[in-house]
């Protein structure tokens, strides 16, 4: 059980980076915080290929390694991955989250957010692996 955890946190990682550097297009990259109708599509459209990505990468993890993974599980876990992307890359809730953690002021306007961001993106991986396994 524990090297399914290793491979599905693994698989979960590099289709996060793929998802969110490779495949999110430009568009959704500037127009997913905008308030509204359109920031609202573009973080939609972003979170469905970011999730899309990593049914792909988890297909061929599971495939390689012989695992078998139980579809509700894995819906779940692909689930949590995504509403928690989708929240996260809304800004509104990570960015009252880092204020409430005294990570606000410059800091947070200049990278500090960014980073924050991506550790949020990382827990949640690591819960949906948990989830999946």
Same mark, same amino acid.
């Given at each position: 059980?524990?090297?399914?955890?290793?491979?599905?946190?693994?698989?979960?990682?590099?289709?996060?980076?793929?998802?969110?550097?490779?495949?999110?297009?430009?568009?959704?990259?500037?127009?997913?915080?905008?308030?509204?109708?359109?920031?609202?599509?573009?973080?939609?459209?972003?979170?469905?290929?970011?999730?899309?990505?990593?049914?792909?990468? +988890?297909? /061929?993890? *599971?495939?390689?390694?012989?695992?078998? !993974? &139980?579809? #509700?599980?894995? @819906?779940?876990?692909?689930?949590?991955?995504?509403?928690?992307?989708?929240?996260?890359?809304?800004?509104?809730?990570?960015?009252? +989250?880092? /204020?409430? *953690?005294?990570?606000?002021?410059?800091? !947070? &306007?200049? #990278?500090?957010? @960014?980073?924050?961001?991506?550790?949020?993106?990382?827990?949640?991986?690591?819960?949906?692996?948990?989830?999946?396994?």
């Amino acid at each position: 059980m524990t090297s399914t955890f290793a491979a599905l946190f693994a698989g979960l990682y590099v289709a996060h980076h793929l998802g969110d550097y490779w495949v999110q297009t430009n568009t959704q990259a500037t127009t997913k915080t905008l308030p509204g109708r359109v920031g609202r599509r573009a973080c939609l459209a972003h979170v469905t290929t970011y999730t899309i990505t990593a049914v792909l990468v +988890l297909t /061929v993890v *599971a495939w390689r390694l012989d695992l078998v !993974l &139980d579809p #509700g599980r894995a @819906a779940i876990g692909l689930g949590v991955s995504a509403v928690t992307h989708y929240l996260a890359d809304r800004r509104v809730l990570l960015r009252r +989250l880092a /204020v409430l *953690a005294h990570h606000d002021g410059p800091w !947070l &306007d200049t #990278g500090g957010l @960014a980073l924050m961001d991506q550790s949020w993106h990382i827990a949640w991986l690591f819960a949906a692996a948990l989830i999946m396994t």
